[in-house]
Every structure is written in C-alpha cells, then in structure tokens.
C-alpha cells in the first residue's frame, strides 16, 4: 500500500498527468466551442439551427468512436502501462486537430468538406475515448489513500480547464483580434492550430511521466488475463455501476457545459460574445470547485456525493432549464446556470476515484474507461443533438425531463452501491 506522504514525485506525476489531460480535453472542446463558428463553412447555407444540428451530428459521431478508444487504450493501459498509453492518445489528438485546422470549406470542395470534418472528429474520438479511463486510473493510482479523493478531482479541473481554455482563445478571438466576420470566415481556424501545437507540450510531459507503483506490481502476472473483455466480464456488478454512475451525470454535465453556449444563443438570444463570457465565467467557477468536493468526499465518503446529485439533479432540473430559457437577466441566467453546476459537482469530482475504486489493477483502465465511453457515447454525445432537435420541432422542454429522467436512475444505483472509499480495489494493490 502506498505511503500516505506526498512525494515531490508524485506531485510532478500528478502536474504532468492532468497538464497533459488539459490539452486532450482542449482539442475536444475546441470543436463544441467554435461550431457556431464553423457550421456554415462545412454545410450548405439555411436554418442556422440546422446547421448546428448537422455539426452536432458530426459531434455525436465522434461520441461514437470513444468506446472503441476506451477499449485500444485501457487495454494498451493495462497490458504495457499507463504512461505509454496516455503518449499515444495525444498523438492521435494532435492529428484530428491538424487535420480540422486546414480542412477546405464545402462552398471550396463540396461534400468532401464535412466528410474530411467527420474523419478529424473521428480521430479525435478515438483519443479521448482512451483518455478518460487512462487518465483517471494513473491520477487514482499516483494519489495517496488519505486524499484520493481530492488528487483524483484534478481529472475534472483539467477537462472543465480544457473546455475554459477552448472559451478563452474564443473570447481572445473575438474581443481583442478578429471581427465578426474574419471569425467565421477563417478565425475559427486558429484554435486547432494552437491545439495541434500544445499536443507536442503533453507529448513531452507525458513521456517524462513516471509509471505508477500498482501497475509495476502487476505487470508480469497474469499478463494474458489483462486488459481483455473476458477479465472484464468477470466483474459484471461493477461494470453495471460505472454505466448506472455515468448515465445521469454524463448527460447533465454536457448539457451545462458543451451545450450550454448554444443554448444561451438560441434560446436565450444572448450575443456569441455574451453567451462565451458567461460560459467561461461558470466554468472557471466550476473547476475550482471540484478539489473542494474531492477532498469532502476524502472526509465524508463518496456516497453522500452521489446521492446529492441525484436528488438535486432529480428535482431541480426541469424547474432550472425552464426558468434559463425564459429569463431575459444575464444576472438571473448565470445564477441559475451556477447553482446547476454546483449540483452537477457531486458527481464529477468524484466519478473518476469511484470508478477506479471498483476494479482491481491488472483491468482498471479498461473497466473505467470502455463501459464510461460507452454510456457518454449513447447519452453524452448525443444531448447537444437531441436538443438541438426538440428545439427545432418545438418542443424543447421534453429535453428537461429527458435529463431528469436519467439522472433519477442514476440516483437508484447510487442509493443501492457501497460506498467505494470503504471498500476500495486501490487499497488491495
């Protein structure tokens, strides 16, 4: 087990860990963020919703490749190392940001225009797909017992850090550089770029990682029985838990985030500027509210958490939604987008060490990783379109009790679970 002092190592490890799952998570955002950009560059000229609803087709797509990425790199994770795994997702990352970055418009090559947009977004699927559970094994693993909790938080400050820094090149963009116009002619551009080029940043860090303790106790035994499917399959129970975790949560999270800047602008009318400004101010807030929940559920468990979440989430979301969509105060709105995200917090502080807490270490990444992809590719990936489309037919509030909906099943499986920071497979290895 462990020692329960922090190591300078182990800090560093920690850094270069969540450093370089802030870039990941950068080059993903940086597609959500600047589509209202870029919609009209790759699809023929209509219906603005329209055009937003094709692009977030193409980002429901690039859902659909996550789980196939959770299971090549929670395998490459579980069999060869973390580290080397976590390298490999950032190269594959910077390629479908490269590839965004200089991809002809289609009024230039037509239909080849959304299909090449399609492969970069498939690439980049793949890589964070492997990323979430990678990442979240090594960060679980890196963590001392007593804190796991707060360290393991770190995963979603970097990814909400991602999707902040996403908004604040936008924000850059649009305040200090660029006019509207140059914005949507080739502005949107700028962002893969910049994210191409920081992926060599994480490549860097990531080599220079260390590997954690539980994987090199482990790594010569039983070497044919990991990171497969059949080791998986022998722990169904927890494999059900991290979908039933994954389900509510998931979806509110995307919905209050990725989804929200559109919403701001399609539904509350808000300007592209204002709706940014806003989504970065919630988000920053956001991020530096998770080490605080992380390191509560160090005290009080887990479980509490979770089961706050469900019964906010379950409550509140139908009464929150309906009351931002008809608000006409920015005040009003961020108010309410803010008490959403302190709800959402009891689950994504700590979802992450929950579901490391369920596996033992020779499957851990991919027992985190591939049944996650899977759940966030179905719901996830799929909230901004499925909104997008209720909106488009007029009926919009069916979203609202679509979200609850989820999360009041994640709330069962919350109630019935034991409480992980009890019963941890990290304390076994």
Not at 250 to 257: C, D, K, P, R
Not at 277 to 304: E, H, N, W, Y
Not at 327 to 338: G, N
Request: hydrophobic share 50%; net charge positive; aromatic share 14%.
């Amino acid at each position: 087990m462990p020692s329960n002092k922090i190591s300078t190592s182990r800090l560093k490890a920690i850094f270069g860990g969540s450093v370089g799952n802030l870039v990941e998570w950068y080059d993903w955002y940086a597609y959500s963020a600047f589509a209202i950009y870029f919609s009209a560059s790759f699809f023929p000229k209509g219906n603005a919703t329209v055009q937003l609803l094709n692009t977030a087709g193409i980002f429901a797509l690039g859902f659909l490749m996550r789980p196939l990425g959770g299971y090549i790199f929670g395998r490459l994770a579980d069999r060869v190392g973390r580290k080397k795994s976590m390298v490999f997702s950032v190269l594959l990352m910077s390629m479908g940001s490269l590839l965004i970055a200089f991809i002809p418009t289609y009024q230039t090559i037509g239909i080849a225009a959304p299909i090449l947009l399609l492969t970069a977004r498939l690439l980049q699927g793949l890589s964070v797909g492997g990323e979430y559970g990678v990442s979240a094994t090594y960060l679980s693993e890196m963590a001392t017992k007593s804190r796991r909790g707060f360290y393991s938080s770190f995963q979603y400050v970097t990814l909400i850090g991602g999707q902040l820094f996403a908004l604040a090149v936008q924000l850059a963009l649009q305040k200090l550089f660029l006019t509207e116009a140059q914005m949507l002619d080739w502005g949107w551009r700028i962002p893969f770029v910049i994210g191409a080029i920081l992926s060599l940043v994480a490549l860097y860090l990531r080599k220079n990682l260390e590997e954690t303790q539980a994987f090199e106790n482990q790594k010569n035994h039983t070497s044919d029985k990991k990171g497969t499917i059949k080791a998986l399959l022998k722990h169904p129970k927890a494999v059900i838990k991290v979908i039933g975790l994954t389900l509510g949560g998931t979806l509110a999270f995307y919905t209050y985030t990725t989804y929200m800047q559109k919403f701001l602008v399609n539904t509350m009318h808000l300007s592209k500027e204002d709706s940014t400004l806003m989504s970065f101010s919630t988000l920053f807030i956001f991020a530096c509210l998770q080490p605080v929940f992380g390191a509560l559920s160090d005290k009080i468990g887990r479980k509490p958490l979770l089961i706050g979440f469900g019964v906010l989430g379950t409550i509140c979301t139908v009464p929150l939604l309906t009351l931002l969509s008809n608000t006409t105060s920015q005040f009003q709105a961020f108010l309410l987008l803010m008490f959403a995200l302190i709800i959402v917090s009891g689950y994504t502080s700590i979802n992450a060490i929950v579901k490391a807490e369920l596996f033992p270490a020779e499957i851990r990444a991919l027992g985190v990783g591939l049944p996650y992809a899977l759940t966030v590719a179905i719901f996830g990936g799929t909230a901004e379109y499925i909104a997008l489309w209720l909106k488009d037919i007029q009926h919009e509030n069916y979203y609202y009790w679509y979200i609850t909906a989820c999360i009041f099943i994640s709330l069962m499986v919350y109630v019935f679970m034991k409480d992980t920071k009890e019963v941890s497979e990290l304390d076994k290895d």
